[in-house]
């Protein structure tokens, strides 16, 4: 009996006839109760960092733009008390299987991004032995989905436990480990897009590397 990865209740899979004959079915690990709790972000959003409720480019976005950097950001799910709730058993309680939850809609999502080397957003060498796994590119990697693991992170206070204003003054704490192409497009992929610092330390050494085109991803917002 499979039984879903969040509240273990009992998982009945109904596959259409076409997808068994085709061999296409794609496996679910959580059931109908536990996604829904999952809420998607809104049609009404910031065009640029999918912030809700923003119907035209945000406060947030405008700052970054006054800085340099022109925000290019999507994401699917709402940063909701579900989402934290499974970010907390994933990312802090080490539950690595959970990353099977959103492996099916990432890969989906990311089919419209075809044309881009994607690159997941890396952890500590510390954090790494700590839980043993990166969230980001172990969802990946249950989707099946090809990436360039392209930097890596000094060590250092967790994002997680800086408040807002400590986050956005960040100092550059990334390094490129692999080699760029420059004339590539980039997709970097996060799991929570919180004041897009983060992700914005990473663009800068891309953008420094000559790449013109760099989009970025989360599963939250």
């Known amino acids: 009996m499979k039984q879903c990865l969040l509240c273990e209740k009992e998982l009945r899979e109904n596959h259409q006839f076409r997808e068994l004959l085709l061999l296409c079915y794609q496996e679910e690990w959580i059931c109908k109760e536990c ?9 009404i959003h910031c065009p640029r960092c999918f912030k809700e409720k923003e119907e035209q480019i945000c406060k947030d976005c405008e700052l970054w733009e006054q800085k340099g950097n022109v925000v290019h950001h999507e994401a699917i799910y709402r940063y909701n008390e579900s989402m934290k709730d499974y970010f907390k058993r994933y ?21 419209k991004h075809k044309n881009y080397i994607v690159v997941p957003t890396p952890i500590s060498k510390e954090k790494k032995q700590e839980r043993g796994f990166n969230q980001v590119s172990t969802i990946l990697d249950d989707a099946k989905i090809n990436y ?3 930097f890596e992170k000094r060590d250092g206070v967790a994002q997680s436990k800086k408040t807002w204003e400590e986050r956005l003054k960040t100092s550059q704490h990334f390094r490129l480990k692999g080699k760029v192409q420059k004339n590539k497009k980039y997709l970097i992929v996060d799991d929570i897009y919180t004041t897009g610092k983060t992700i914005e330390l990473m663009k800068q050494l891309l953008i420094e590397k000559g790449v013109k085109e760099i989009k970025t991803f989360s599963i939250a917002r």
């Open 35 to 43: 996604k829904e709790s999952f809420q998607e972000i809104g049609i």
């Open 91 to 111: 990312k802090f309680e080490g539950d690595k299987l959970l990353g099977k939850v959103f492996s099916k809609r990432l890969k989906t999502e990311l089919k």
């Open 148 to 150: 360039s693991d392209l």
